[in-house]
């Protein structure tokens, strides 16, 4: 497993928590140089000491930024083979007749528009390799792209467009003739701090626990490490044919009814 | 592939079906590279010139059975040979499979019920065969024990004059989804996905194209073959291994949390 993408160049997007931040640890353990971005420095700067990766804050949701930010990278590391377009939130997300246009639109800027942004400017990026026009681009939807939430309806949207997204970009990129694969992780319920803080702070912590874990017919929540494992492959040359899918990795939460 | 040899898969025992040719047999040699023993079946006898020339290559961890994925004795014989000589089964490969096209009026019943048979009953009868063995086994590696079935693209997405075909490789992901299901409420240490490749160089390929040309649809079958790069975004046609990089993966422990899904190998193919 180690140094299956060695000498690739890899950019993670909102890498400093979460499946992000495994993301970081699986391409880096496996051979990559490894670029994250987010906005929490102090997080990013005990995971850059870890993994040796670098960070670079970075919202993605800001279009004015981003060629600088893909400048640095080409200037250092002269190239760019593998983006995992990760960064996302639901802050201030709540169902359609509640939600604010301010928190819908925060959604929409990251969850959406920063995710065109990501693989926008990694193909760009990409395009240029020295090699010719090379690359692995995974987008982080969700399972909740198939199965929406009443309560978080940004964030349903939001992660089923970016599987239209994905797609779009897989073809143009077969049109141009570039060798630039994209494809969409859909992640079920994965126990990230941010859900293990959900839970915690629930009224009754227990019961929340038994939600989460019971959503999956494999009554668990995934792991971050398998997420990116996932990530990893899809990341890889052993993928070389899978472009414009979508991977549920969901312990069978979206394969159909669990029956009685 | 850049990890051949790497010996993941050391001390798990596979079976697939139709391992002799095509997506089957990159599945055998790439298991074999990854350090795991394999059972393999396939129509031809024993002794025929292709089971012993690729049964030779193959080596002392591969070992062969020949089955008919239609009958459930020859089953009962594969499940035997398994037993006897490993006592344990990790990974199962429902690769067998055939095709058929033409226009639905112009069917048999007779080919439609020999793809029914072959491309899912073949399919169930491997899963019913070997579930009591992968559970049992399943718990001693990580990620569980591995069922993985072949579907296509064409299960997915319907095409013209190819009704019968997707109609079997749409039977193959759902039921691969009731099973994975079933496993895991179960508690039984088995996942279960399904394989949807595109256009594969295999030799089940050349063999439809050639009747396609037989049938005055194409001048050879390399007009086909461009035909079917033209329709993929990435431009070209999938190499076995590339499939067989998907089933390894499928096999393994990065895998762990993946049940119920359906992996789609197109190059773009149903994106569009």
Known sequence: MENRLSGKVALVTGGTAGIGAGAVRRLAADGARVIFTGSNAAAAEVLAAETGARFLGHRVEDAAAWPGLMAAIARDHGRLDIAFANAGTEHGDASVEEIGIEGWNHVIAVNQTGVMLTVQHAIRAMKANPDGPTGAIIVNSSMNAHRAMGNFVAYSVSKAAVVALVKSAAVHCGNRGYRIRVNAVLPGVVETAMISNLIETATDPAAARAAYTGMSPLKRMARVEEVAGLVAWLASDEAAFVSGSEYVIDGATTAGMMGV | ?272
């Not at chain 2, 037989?214 to 073959?225: E, F, N, R």
């Not at chain 2, 999938?238 to 895998?255: H, Q, W």
């Open chain 2, 1 to 272: 592939m850049s990890n051949l040899g790497a010996q993941r898969l050391t001390g798990r025992v596979a079976f697939v079906s139709g391992g002799l040719r095509g997506i089957g047999l990159a599945c055998v040699e790439r298991f074999l590279a990854e350090g795991a023993q394999v059972v393999l079946s396939d129509l031809d006898a024993p002794d025929s010139e292709l089971a012993r020339a690729t049964l030779d290559r193959l080596g002392a961890n591969a070992s062969y059975v020949a089955a008919n994925v239609t009958r459930e004795e020859d089953w009962e014989r594969a499940r035997a040979l398994v037993a006897e000589r490993h006592g344990r089964l990790h990974i199962l490969v429902n690769n067998a499979g055939t095709d058929l096209t033409g226009a639905v009026e112009t069917l048999s019943m007779r080919d439609w019920r020999r793809i029914m048979d072959i491309n899912v009953d073949g399919v169930f009868l491997g899963v019913r065969t070997f579930t009591p063995l992968l559970a049992e086994s399943g718990g001693a590696v990580k990620g569980g024990a591995s069922i993985i079935n072949v579907s296509s693209i064409m299960g997915l997405v319907g095409y013209s004059e190819v009704s019968a075909y997707n109609a079997s490789k749409g039977a193959v992901r759902l039921f691969t989804k009731g099973i994975a299901i079933e496993f895991a409420l179960k508690k039984l240490p088995i996942r279960a996905n399904s394989l949807h490749p595109g256009f594969v160089v295999t030799p089940l390929l050349r063999e439809g194209f050639q009747r396609w040309v037989d049938k005055g649809v194409a001048a050879d079958p390399q007009v086909l073959v461009d035909a079917m790069c033209a329709q993929t975004p990435m431009g070209r046609l999938a190499d076995p291994a590339e499939l067989a990089s998907a089933a390894f993966f499928l096999a393994g422990e990065d895998s762990a949390y993946m049940t119920g899904a359906e992996l789609v190998i197109d190059g773009g193919w149903t994106a569009q």
